[in-house]
């Protein structure tokens, strides 16, 4: 037997982010609507709120429980009890209400990565992510950001590389693009900071 390909590629991102320095925490994968949406700055009303809002559980004597969408309820229950600076990254499951399809599952893995302290730039960002990207897919890889909307970062973006197979020329694999999505970013919004404190 050997590792899951899951594991394997799981444990090498964290061993990239854990040689610049972060830490790995883990989180539950039954949340509560305040650390899954609220206190990630996605009130009741939010319309972003409609992709991710199913998958609920039981109501606790507090609170509606569910699922969680994505792994920056990690973010929440981390910012909660420890004060900055901190570098953490949060790999786990994740469940929503999507299609399955070639590129959509009801239940994938992500990994959420934040730091928190003075003096963090957009830069900071952008340098952690090419680091990794390259550290993953291999030195030669371009990448973009290109600007979009999430709710709990601010400025925001979507971060592409070029096409691995192809080398940016366009194949079947990146849709003739050259490109591949591989994750969304940004800087923490500073309605999340209020929410848990800071």
Same mark, same amino acid.
């Not at 037997?1 to 390909?5: D, S, T, W």
């Not at 090498?12 to 989180?27: A, K, L, P, Q, Y």
């Given at each position: 037997?050997?590792?899951?390909?899951l594991?394997?590629?799981?444990e090498?991102?964290? $061993?990239?982010?854990?040689?610049?320095?972060? $830490?790995?925490?883990?989180?539950p994968?039954?949340?509560?609507?305040? @650390? @899954?949406?609220t206190? !990630? @700055?996605?009130?009741?009303?939010? *319309? &972003?709120? %409609?992709?991710?809002d199913?998958f609920?559980?039981?109501?606790d004597? +507090?609170?509606?429980?569910? !699922?969680?969408?994505?792994?920056?309820?990690?973010?929440?229950?981390?910012?909660q009890?420890?004060?900055?600076? !901190?570098?953490?990254?949060? *790999?786990?499951?994740?469940?929503?209400?999507?299609a399955?399809?070639? &590129?959509?599952?009801?239940?994938?893995?992500?990994?959420?990565?934040?730091?928190?302290? =003075?003096?963090?730039?957009?830069? %900071?960002?952008?340098?952690?992510?090419?680091?990794?990207? =390259?550290?993953i897919?291999?030195e030669?890889?371009?990448?973009?950001?290109?600007?979009h #909307?999430? *709710?709990?970062?601010?400025? $925001?973006?979507?971060?592409?590389? &070029?096409? #691995?197979?192809?080398?940016? =020329?366009?194949?079947?694999?990146?849709?003739? +693009?050259?490109?591949?999505?591989? !994750?969304?970013?940004?800087?923490?919004?500073?309605n999340?900071?209020? @929410?848990?404190? #800071?």
């Open positions: 037997g050997r590792m899951h390909p594991t394997q590629v799981i090498e991102i964290v $061993s990239i982010f854990t040689r610049m320095g972060f $830490s790995v925490v883990d989180g994968e039954i949340e509560t609507e305040f @650390n @899954n949406f206190g !990630l @700055n996605i009130p009741l009303e939010h *319309p &972003s709120r %409609d992709a991710f199913t609920y559980l039981a109501t004597a +507090k609170e509606r429980l569910l !699922l969680r969408s994505q792994t920056s309820p990690v973010q929440i229950r981390v910012m009890k420890h004060k900055p600076p !901190l570098a953490v990254i949060a *790999p786990g499951r994740v469940y929503r209400p999507d399955v399809d070639a &590129s959509h599952s009801f239940m994938f893995h992500q990994i959420e990565g934040f730091v928190v302290d =003075k003096g963090i730039t957009f830069s %900071d960002l952008k340098g952690t992510l090419e680091t990794f990207a =390259k550290a897919f291999g030669d890889i371009k990448m973009r950001f290109r600007p #909307y999430f *709710p709990f970062t601010e400025p $925001s973006a979507e971060v592409d590389i &070029s096409c #691995y197979i192809c080398k940016g =020329k366009g194949c079947s694999v990146c849709g003739r +693009k050259g490109w591949l999505e591989i !994750l969304g970013s940004g800087m923490i919004h500073p999340v900071f209020k @929410n848990v404190g #800071y």
